[in-house]
């Protein structure tokens, strides 16, 4: 199947600071990823959708200027925690469609924030 | 909100097959049923996806009944790396949309 990578897999950073996660199809083209999250022992919440050229839409409860996302290429999304806390710890994991739309969504390994 | 039902939790010795079930007793006629899987701190893998047939891939089979409201996956041989919690979602075909996860089933195989 197609193939989605995330980096970093894992970071902690200091309260205060600004962390980046990317997300990049590898052997395919998406103009739409999903950026999810997930706390321990739950299931994944939508953040938002990422498309390519255009704004992304967050879901309701999710701050756009705290969750900056850039979809600037088919092959490439990233997620900004700006300013990150504690409670900004998670779970963080990209998913996206391949232009053919065959259904399957394919995940990101996931990337592991901890802020001090 | 999720349109499934599933088990919270299921145990399966090794090698033996899994049978874990899903009910959407609302599913709308363009609505297919996917499966899931999450290993502890891993992104979601894909098994299998099925409208109204009976599907089979090399992970898993999917069974639909026939008014499709209710649906089983089965790994066959079950290994201790099929420990994982199971999402059984329901989609629309052609869906440029999201998916969206229930609480799944933890399926723990023992030795």
């Known amino acids: 199947g197609a193939v989605v990578s995330q980096h970093p897999s894992w970071v902690i950073c200091k309260s205060g600071t600004s962390v980046k996660i990317e997300c990049r199809s590898l052997?395919?083209?998406?103009?739409?990823m999903f950026w999810y999250r997930q706390f321990p022992k739950q299931s994944l919440m939508l953040m938002a959708t990422s498309n390519e050229g255009s704004k992304a839409t967050y879901e309701q409860g999710v701050e756009k200027d705290k969750f900056l996302i850039n979809h600037a290429s088919l092959t490439l999304s990233t997620l900004t925690v700006t300013s990150a806390h504690p409670e900004d710890s998670s779970f963080y994991i990209c998913?996206?469609?391949?232009?053919?739309?065959?259904?399957?969504?394919?995940f990101g390994e996931g990337s592991r924030l901890t802020v001090l | 909100d999720a349109k499934t039902t599933q088990p919270t939790s299921m145990d399966c010795a090794e090698g033996r097959a899994a049978n874990l079930p899903c009910n959407h007793s609302?599913?709308?006629?363009?609505?297919?049923v996917y499966w899931y899987r999450q290993i502890h701190s891993q992104g979601p893998q894909y098994i299998i996806h099925?409208?109204?047939n009976n599907e089979t891939n090399e992970m898993a089979s999917l069974i639909i009944t026939e008014d499709r409201k209710s649906s089983t996956l089965i790994l066959p041989h079950a290994t201790l790396r099929d420990t994982a919690v199971y999402y059984c979602i329901v989609s629309p075909t052609g869906s440029q949309g999201n998916l969206i996860f229930g609480k799944g089933t933890k399926l723990s195989v023992k030795p």
């Open positions: 099925g409208l109204k």
């Open positions: 609302t599913i709308s006629g363009n609505e297919y």
């Open positions: 052997d395919f083209q998406a103009t739409t």
């Open positions: 998913s996206a469609r391949t232009l053919l739309n065959t259904g399957e969504l394919f």
